[in-house]
């Protein structure tokens, strides 16, 4: 009775990399579809779609605030730079981050380390609410994030949250929610009301 056989002359070679080095691998030769970007949460790689014109509306009044207070210090505002967030071994974008010039100035600087964040922000999305509300707090907490700005867009006419003192075991033991149109004051180092009326 005719069929196949293997066999097998050598033991395969172990493979030594952990699902952890594997994972950071795929991430890093990952390329997005353009206009999207790819994190490292909970375990896994996660790709988010473009931002919306009404994303980007809030996004640039958070800019046109920010800088003023921002500028002085030589302290940059921007998006699209990854974060390596070392207690929970994530890599992730924030919608908005605040960060000293020098960070910025190499070429070669990728991927900034959390200890150099002074504040993020992430802006919510139907796809993104979640990540936002939960399991980004709860990451930017464990790697000391100093403050957690979340514009929920999705939380009835929209909210804007903010999360501070991080207690350096994973929480935040300060939190403060306003509803569009209500002042937020942001604590030291910035100590200034961010305006909320135009986020309507």
């Given amino acids: 009775m005719g069929g196949l056989t293997m066999v097998a002359t050598e033991s395969p070679k172990p493979d030594l990399k952990s699902d952890r080095d594997r994972l950071w691998e795929t991430w890093e030769?990952?390329?997005?579809?353009?206009?999207?970007?790819?994190?490292?949460?909970?375990?896994?790689?996660i790709v988010s779609p473009t931002p919306t014109s009404g994303h980007n509306l809030v996004f640039s009044i958070l800019?046109?605030?920010?800088?003023?207070?921002?500028?002085?210090?030589r302290w940059a505002v921007t998006n699209t730079e990854s974060i390596k967030l070392p207690a929970t071994d994530e890599a992730v974008i924030p919608d908005l981050i605040v960060v000293p010039k020098d960070t910025l100035r190499s070429d070669d600087e990728w991927l900034i380390?959390?200890?150099?964040?002074?504040?993020?922000?992430?802006?919510?999305s139907p796809s993104t609410r979640h990540r936002d509300l939960v399991w980004k707090r709860d990451s930017y907490a464990g790697s000391d994030i100093p403050i957690y700005l979340i514009v929920d867009r999705y939380d009835g006419d929209g909210t804007v949250t903010m999360y501070h003192e991080p207690d350096?075991?994973?929480?935040?033991?300060?939190?403060?929610?306003?509803?569009?149109?209500?002042?937020?004051?942001?604590?030291?180092?910035?100590?200034?009301n961010l305006d909320t009326k135009e986020f309507t």
């Fill in 168 to 192: 350096g075991h994973g929480r935040y033991l300060e939190r403060k929610t306003v509803r569009y149109g209500q002042p937020l004051e942001l604590p030291s180092p910035f100590e200034f």
């Fill in 29 to 45: 030769s990952l390329e997005p579809p353009p206009g999207s970007r790819a994190e490292i949460l909970q375990g896994a790689i």
């Fill in 63 to 73: 800019i046109e605030q920010l800088v003023p207070n921002t500028q002085p210090r």
């Fill in 113 to 124: 380390s959390s200890e150099h964040v002074r504040l993020v922000a992430e802006i919510t």
